[in-house]
């Protein structure tokens, strides 16, 4: 078995062997306890089909294949038992018997790997983590960094939480993004005396239009209650003034937090996750003047759907890339947890790589080997970089950062 314990699954099928009514071939993967692994085949295209999934935990698996003509209906259909083993070949002989006249056989072969633990594209900071908590008044735990750059320095505004589950709003400096420091004593902004935000406050979105600074925060009044998106706007980055009342109020998605925001054709685009435990999915909304909402038909814009990502596609941060726009999000399968990324023209209809391009197992002496979260995408030239909280199991969350040079 290999640290990560996960594999993937090679489908082929050659057409010549297949029935001529058969167009196209199903297959699902179904265990207890994980989310059911899915897949199509189109014998259409091509006169071999292929088909590749990965992120595959190992263990038992129960294989269910079905074949079925140009109008979706079933032809053939076939079950099996197997076991997933890392880094071993396993060939599957599987007959998909009529479901109601003619006969022909599908061979599948399934070629067992590794969902690699080494080789993304994003390496982690040596010097990892870059600032840590205090240990006293509110910098008990620190995690949601939100790192921008303004010409003259970094500036990175986090969640600086004290005991009871009570948030605020830290800052720290940096002249490189690599070595911080704290320039004042204790947070920026504070939870409410009372009303919807006076438990806790995280940053998730900060952009500067104009002379203004906008910062879109998570808050609420009971951890297990709403979560409602607040705004507070500066004219320097340092005193904050916070709108009474939310700009994003939850409503069915009941919990949503910012991530992210970018102004696109005079347009402001806010990311936002949406919340209900254990699914996490990415919304968006849009103003034309940072106060005024209104959330896209489209949600949720991005979900969950490949095996590595589980339940949860959450903390989308967002970046211009040339004409295009860059997103990395961060997710979780297990106790595997991982960055994924995802490309798109509009801000709206994004395309995700397949594979991660970072893993909790490839932190620097494993200092965040527990979970890694709340990522937050900054690019500077052709490197980008990703500010993140990260948790090893005995120590309380820091941030670090992982980089890749786009050469």
């Not at 071993?88 to 969902?115: A, H, R």
Request: hydrophobic letters at 35%; glycine letters at 10%; proline letters at 6%.
């Amino acid at each position: 078995m290999t640290s990560s314990g996960e594999g993937k699954i090679l489908f082929k099928i050659s057409k010549e062997n297949a029935p001529a009514a058969v167009n196209f071939v199903t297959m699902k993967l179904t265990r207890s306890g994980f989310t059911p692994i899915t897949g199509q085949l189109n014998l259409t295209t091509d006169s071999t089909a292929e088909l590749t999934l990965e992120g595959i935990p190992e263990g038992p698996w129960h294989l269910k294949v079905d074949a079925l003509n140009s109008n979706n209906v079933l032809l053939y259909t076939g079950e099996a038992d197997l076991n997933v083993i890392a880094d071993q070949l396993t060939q599957i002989n599987l007959t998909l018997n009529p479901v109601s006249s003619g006969l022909g056989s599908i061979k599948i072969m399934v070629n067992w790997g590794t969902l690699p633990v080494s080789g993304y594209p994003f390496k982690d900071y040596l010097q990892n983590p870059v600032l840590v908590p205090l240990d006293s008044g509110w910098d008990i735990n620190i995690s949601h960094p939100v790192v921008v750059y303004d010409g003259a320095k970094y500036r990175m505004y986090y969640s600086s939480i004290t005991y009871g589950a009570r948030g605020a709003i830290g800052y720290a400096e940096s002249p490189d993004g690599l070595n911080w420091s704290r320039p004042f004593n204790g947070p920026l902004i504070y939870p409410g005396s009372n009303g919807w935000d006076s438990q806790c406050i995280t940053p998730g979105a900060v952009i500067k239009d104009g002379n203004i600074w906008y910062l879109y925060y998570m808050g609420f009044s009971d951890q297990n209650g709403t979560w409602h998106i607040g705004l507070a706007t500066s004219v320097d980055g340092i005193s904050w003034n916070k709108n009474p009342e939310p700009v994003v109020q939850a409503g069915s998605d009941y919990q949503i937090i910012p991530t992210s925001v970018i102004k696109k054709n005079g347009v402001f685009l806010l990311y936002y996750t949406s919340r209900n435990y254990p699914t996490y999915k990415t919304g968006v909304a849009t103003s034309t003047n940072g106060i005024n909402w209104t959330r896209n038909n489209l949600n949720p814009i991005l979900s969950a759907t490949l095996p590595w990502e589980g339940t949860k596609v959450s903390a989308a941060s967002v970046v211009a890339d040339g004409d295009s726009l860059i997103m990395v999000y961060s997710t979780t399968q297990g106790d595997k947890h991982y960055f994924g990324m995802a490309t798109s023209i509009d801000g709206l209809n994004w395309n995700k790589r397949p594979s991660p391009v970072f893993s909790n197992l490839n932190t620097t002496n494993n200092w965040a080997r527990t979970s890694i979260d709340y990522s937050n995408l900054v690019k500077n030239g052709n490197q980008l970089r990703v500010y993140y909280g990260g948790y090893n199991g005995n120590q309380w969350t820091r941030i670090g950062v992982t980089i890749w040079n786009r050469d």
